[in-house]
């Protein structure tokens, strides 16, 4: 209980300071920054199917060591995700300590925002209400990747995306990981000064533009990536399991 003392009030029962909330901001930073360069490189993999199906098919298997072991092993792809999982949630209980206590307290933050018009508040409050989404939302899907790696490839991505009517969560998700994390990146850099310089002022201004690159660049990405999925799952008889055959195969393999 003292230390739960500590995290929130940043001051010991002896009434001494305590550096644990400086502690656990450096590590909500360090998580939140793993987990966006993390969703980063996933959206530049998954967009891959935009280059062709046999290229998606291709850079599943590589994750899958396909280059070392015969036909590759799905469970290798289910090891990363435990480990993401692990990362995703000790940063979503360090993030607690950021949410509102209570319905008043919420209140009293949003007229604080409203009145002020400042735009790293309000990115803060999108902060920790995608956070909540993603919370939930986020444990679905990687819940899915860790117990169905094999699933994973042109044919069982489109499946899911359309015949298990996974668009929907997929939607929620872009638009609050995506944000969330191109938020977070900008937050970080502006509170430890990583890029200050000798102008401040003019850092943050360029930094909330690479922000705002980066959300339009990757959400546009995501969508057309998500479209290109749906079609592909449309205009596919896909059956439950079956796999991609890449063009220079001479079969089908089912589970």
Not at 57 to 77: C, M, R, S, Y
Not at 167 to 195: D, N, P, Q, T
């Amino acid at each position: 209980m003292e230390k739960v003392i500590e995290a929130y009030t940043g001051v010991t029962t002896q009434g001494k300071k305590s550096r644990t909330p400086a502690k656990m901001d450096v590590w909500l930073t360090a998580t939140g920054v793993v987990l966006a360069l993390f969703m980063m490189g996933h959206m530049l993999f998954v967009s891959t199917i935009l280059l062709g199906k046999d290229v998606m098919h291709a850079v599943t298997k590589a994750f899958e060591l396909d280059f070392i072991f015969e036909g590759g092993i799905p469970a290798v792809v289910s090891f990363f995700v435990l480990a993401i999982t692990i990362v995703f949630i000790i940063h979503a209980i360090l993030g607690l300590r950021k949410f509102p206590t209570s319905y008043k307290t919420y209140i009293k933050i949003k007229e604080h925002a409203k009145m002020m018009k400042h735009n790293d508040t309000s990115m803060w409050m999108f902060q920790w209400v995608s956070g909540l989404i993603m919370m939930f939302a986020a444990m679905i899907h990687l819940f899915i990747m860790f117990t169905q790696p094999q699933n994973i490839g042109p044919f069982g991505s489109a499946y899911r995306v359309v015949e298990d009517h996974m668009w929907l969560l997929y939607v929620v998700l872009l638009i609050c990981v995506e944000i969330h994390g191109s938020v977070g990146l900008y937050r970080a850099a502006m509170k430890w000064g990583w890029f200050d310089g000798e102008n401040p002022k003019a850092t943050r201004a360029k930094m909330l533009k690479v922000k705002k690159l980066l959300s339009v660049v990757f959400l546009t990405l995501g969508v057309v990536t998500l479209l290109a999925y749906i079609k592909i799952g449309l205009e596919n008889d896909i059956a439950p399991g079956q796999k991609y055959q890449p063009t220079n195969s001479s079969k089908i393999i089912n589970n």
